[in-house]
């Protein structure tokens, strides 16, 4: 344990005498951790754009339906390890999108393990088609919770115009299904957020008040996010 520490201790010692500094969040600001695996894209540079793609496209449909606009959307970091992306997200939008994650990694669990059973079904010789209804049952039991998350945001949230909601919550249904799909393909995603300092004065105003709880609920789903090594070939279409 003692070697630990020490260790611990000079690295961060000898990121500090580099000027590499720690990743800090300000107050009442909150991010998204995406990781694009560098094997799903074959590090072709035209397959990690096109990812960045469908992110954007992700998070606009998250936006619209929780503010009723998009907006774009600032990257803080990257790391090249993996491509992890962070992205500054606002507290509603965090919101609706820990909860909804939260929910297809409870569901994808489930589905993990006939994954695990389908894939260990081809190992032994068992021909695709034989496990094509596997694969159905799989994806209809994702399609039925996805509708529902959707559904249950846009219910929620949405103040935009009556005519357009049915977009909304299409498009809405849409990127919640690439999300899931690129979690059972092997990506993650982390959603941290920094607490707010309490006053200096007893006068709280209401936008405080529930950026507080905005923040409490954000921070109880990421706690609940967790990453899943989905190995083998993908279930999820």
Not at 5 to 28: A, F, H, R
Not at 96 to 122: F, G, M, P
Not at 124 to 137: C, D, H, N, Q, R
């Given at each position: 344990i003692i070697k630990i520490?020490?260790?611990?201790?000079?690295?961060?010692?000898?990121?500090?005498?580099?000027?590499?500094?720690?990743?800090?969040?300000?107050?009442?600001t909150c991010e998204l951790g995406y990781t694009i695996p560098r094997k799903y894209i074959d590090n072709k540079l035209v397959e990690l754009k096109n990812e960045i793609s469908e992110l954007n496209f992700i998070l606009n449909m998250f936006t619209e339906a929780v503010t009723g606009k998009t907006e774009d959307y600032k990257v803080k970091t990257i790391s090249s390890s993996e491509f992890l992306l962070y992205v500054i997200l606002g507290l509603q939008v965090a919101d609706?999108?820990?909860?909804?994650?939260?929910?297809?990694?409870?569901?994808?669990?489930?589905?993990?393990?006939?994954?695990?059973?389908?894939?260990?079904?081809?190992?032994?010789?068992?021909?695709?088609?034989?496990?094509?209804?596997?694969?159905?049952?799989?994806?209809?039991?994702?399609?039925?919770?996805?509708?529902?998350?959707?559904k249950e945001i846009l219910d929620e949230h949405y103040i935009g115009e009556k005519g357009r909601k049915n977009e909304i919550e299409n498009g809405l249904t849409i990127a919640l299904n690439k999300l899931a799909n690129r979690i059972d393909n092997g990506f993650s995603v982390e959603i941290r957020v920094e607490p707010l300092?309490?006053?200096?004065?007893?006068?709280?105003?209401?936008?405080?008040?529930?950026?507080?709880?905005?923040?409490?609920?954000?921070?109880?789903?990421?706690?609940?996010?967790?990453?899943?090594?989905?190995?083998?070939?993908?279930?999820?279409?």
């Open positions: 520490q020490t260790g611990i201790t000079n690295t961060i010692g000898g990121l500090e005498s580099l000027n590499i500094e720690k990743e800090e969040l300000e107050p009442g609706a999108l820990s909860k909804a994650t939260e929910r297809i990694l409870n569901h994808y669990k489930q589905i993990l393990e006939i994954k695990v059973l389908r894939n260990q079904l081809a190992e032994k010789g068992v021909p695709a088609k034989e496990t094509v209804s596997v694969e159905k049952y799989a994806n209809g039991l994702m399609e039925t919770e996805i509708k529902k998350i959707a300092p309490k006053p200096k004065t007893e006068d709280k105003d209401e936008q405080y008040e529930s950026n507080v709880e905005l923040i409490k609920s954000i921070q109880k789903s990421a706690n609940n996010i967790d990453y899943i090594e989905a190995k083998g070939k993908a279930i999820l279409q």
